[in-house]
């Protein structure tokens, strides 16, 4: 028998009247097992108990595969929740609004979903009230930003055309995809142990640091200004399709509402009507994990805590970033740009920064024009260098004198060794304007492109 157990589809046998159903299912169905018994913890010498003696003594096995126990809702101080203490709270003022709807806002049944998932999931006594529906309900909210944007970034995606070959996407996009099946795995292992509380800590998590906080935030640049059909782009968009998919599917138990208003508007099933819930499966790929992308990734992704921990509120775009590194460090940072120097290499993206310049000879920057950090790499064991300037000519003059460097005039890309009067030097989306006479005032007018 399939019910809904705290608005969760689950595999259980359950009836509101725990001694009629044990009379019921040990006596007249003595081969079925039910798959989970569900009651508070006060139930443990109760229905539990009865039920277990019955059916040991009748069949000589216990009428429930799993027990899950809930403790006892009480107010945010931890009273007992009583009419006459006036601290009863109602679930349909919750979902409805209250008389006051100022005061008692309708948040709706995903929210109070939400909350039973992330509270009433640790066997312990659950805590409600206004403040915790409050921020339940701005927990989904930011759930809900998050799949707008991945929608509005899919908005001319279509996966069976324009889908890019995992081992053909950036080190930075096949990253993503690992952490997502590590994601999805982890949330359908709690979701077989019934510790929603747990799935609700895995997605506020994921979705705050991985997916917003580090992947949206550092492909905005290729997502919006690359070629529409360009495979940078379309990388990107292959990713965020699949966050898209896999979220949904994960979040579908809790939050049935939001994710079917998502597929409402998802452009690959726009023509048709498209029902998660009839769907198998969370939509991962056993083919996106990558131990060996993980261990290049985890390396560039200390370098850009130390320097986003040490910029204080510099734009890091304002920033030219000088990386030293040696030995296996230095070879992992290869994979994440192959030039020496860039402005739209893997490790640009993630620093957000100008240009990056990778080298593994030791800098010479003057002390007084250039922050200096320093870090560790935990993996390697190898220590690091971070180099900043903030000023573009002289980036240009203590990095690039003795490199080649990329350098447009209007759209001609100049040679090596050729001598211009303006150079304008690609920073992220925008050009700037740097004057001969800018660089004449450091003692190196002379700069070979």
Not at 28 to 38: G, H, M, N
Not at 74 to 92: A, H, I, R
Not at 279 to 308: K, P, S, Y
């Amino acid at each position: 028998m399939t019910t809904i157990i705290f608005g969760f589809v689950c595999s259980i046998a359950l009836l509101s009247d725990g001694n009629m159903f044990s009379q019921f299912s040990v006596a007249d169905f003595p081969e079925q097992q039910a798959d989970l018994y569900l009651e508070g913890i006060d139930q443990v010498r109760g229905w539990f108990q009865s039920s277990l003696l019955t059916a040991v003594a009748l069949n000589e096995k216990p009428p429930y595969k799993n027990l899950f126990i809930h403790g006892f809702t009480v107010d945010e101080n931890g009273y007992k929740m009583s009419k006459s203490q006036g601290n009863v709270f109602d679930p349909v003022v919750v979902t409805d609004g209250g008389l006051d709807l100022k005061k008692e806002p309708a948040y709706g049944a995903d929210v109070l979903r939400w909350w039973v998932a992330g509270h009433a999931s640790n066997h312990t006594n659950i805590t409600v009230g206004n403040s915790i529906i409050a921020s339940m309900a701005e927990q989904v909210h930011k759930i809900r930003l998050m799949l707008r944007f991945l929608l509005g970034a899919v908005y001319d995606f279509q996966p069976a055309s324009d889908s890019i070959p995992v081992s053909n996407m950036s080190a930075f996009d096949q990253y993503m995809l690992h952490l997502l099946l590590e994601h999805s795995k982890q949330v359908q292992k709690e979701y077989q142990s019934y510790s929603y509380n747990r799935v609700v800590l895995q997605t506020n998590s994921f979705v705050a640091t991985e997916v917003s906080a580090l992947y949206c935030h550092s492909i905005k640049d290729r997502l919006y200004c690359e070629h529409r059909d360009g495979w940078l782009r379309r990388s990107c968009q292959t990713v965020l399709y699949h966050i898209l998919d896999v979220c949904c599917r994960t979040l579908a138990p809790i939050l049935p509402f939001l994710v079917d208003e998502v597929f409402l508007h998802h452009p690959s099933h726009v023509k048709e009507r498209f029902n998660v819930f009839h769907t198998v499966g969370f939509g991962d790929c056993v083919h996106w994990r990558n131990a060996d992308v993980v261990g290049i990734m985890q390396a560039a992704l200390e370098v850009r805590n130390v320097f986003n921990s040490n910029r204080g509120e510099v734009n890091p775009r304002e920033l030219d970033v000088l990386l030293f590194a040696t030995g296996e460090l230095y070879s992992r940072f290869k994979c994440l740009q192959a030039e020496d120097v860039s402005s739209y290499s893997t490790l640009c993206e993630m620093l957000q920064t100008s240009h990056t310049r990778l080298t593994s000879h030791p800098a010479s920057v003057p002390e007084d024009s250039a922050a200096v950090l320093q870090g560790t790499c935990e993996l390697t064991g190898i220590m690091f260098l971070l180099y900043l300037a903030a000023n573009v000519a002289k980036c240009i003059s203590y990095y690039y004198t003795h490199i080649q460097m990329r350098a447009f005039i209007g759209n001609e890309i100049l040679l090596e060794s050729v001598i211009v009067t303006e150079l304008f030097v690609h920073i992220g989306m925008c050009c700037t304007h740097v004057k001969l006479s800018d660089l004449q005032k450091t003692g190196h007018a002379n700069i070979p492109v």
